[in-house]
């Protein structure tokens, strides 16, 4: 029998960051349910920082979490560390808190600084704060993605912005 996927507990992987003092803003499907989309989600996405010292945050948070490569072939070699994630952008990890994305630069954004601007400041339950993407800033990045995945979810976060207008 092989491993057990981890369970999704996006909870736990927030406040594994925040104990390291990530700075960071929550995106795709776990912001769009905070924002009211039904949708289901499998992981959670957070844009981070790009400065050094996040980056080094960062990393002792990916390997508090036991953070894994998703995808990649058993005993491939990586090294967890603040320099490859800053040679990268864009990484897809297991977790011991199930599967988490971060994304340096999401499509449709200038990264960091730009999402944490319009993102709120979340009460998430247990204690767990978090800042995340403004529904602009979800639609904006899905409509850049463009990937099939997306359309329905699009759909959705407008609805959810043309009903909150009509109120």
């Not at 390997?63 to 864009?90: K, S």
């Not at 011991?96 to 730009?114: F, H, N, R, S, W």
């Not at 709120?120 to 904006?140: F, K």
Request: proline share 5%.
């Amino acid at each position: 029998m092989g491993d057990a996927s981890p369970v999704f507990d996006p909870g736990r992987g927030l406040h594994v960051l925040n104990a390291h003092g990530v700075r960071y803003v929550v995106i795709g499907g776990v912001a769009a349910a905070i924002v009211g989309s039904p949708v289901l989600t499998g992981d959670l996405d957070v844009c981070y920082a790009r400065d050094d010292a996040n980056l080094k945050a960062l990393a002792g948070a990916l390997v508090e979490l036991h953070a894994r490569l998703r995808g990649a072939p058993p005993g491939i070699p990586f090294q967890l560390d603040h320099m490859t994630l800053r040679n990268g952008d864009h990484f897809t990890f297991t977790t011991d808190a199930g599967d988490l994305d971060v994304i340096g630069t999401p499509a449709g954004t200038g990264g960091y600084e730009q999402l944490v601007r319009d993102a709120s400041p979340v009460e998430l339950g247990d204690g767990v704060r978090a800042h995340v993407a403004s529904l602009e800033a979800l639609i904006r990045m899905k409509e850049a993605a463009g990937r099939p995945k997306d359309r329905f979810a699009l759909e959705t976060l407008r609805a959810i912005r043309d009903e909150s207008l009509d109120e």
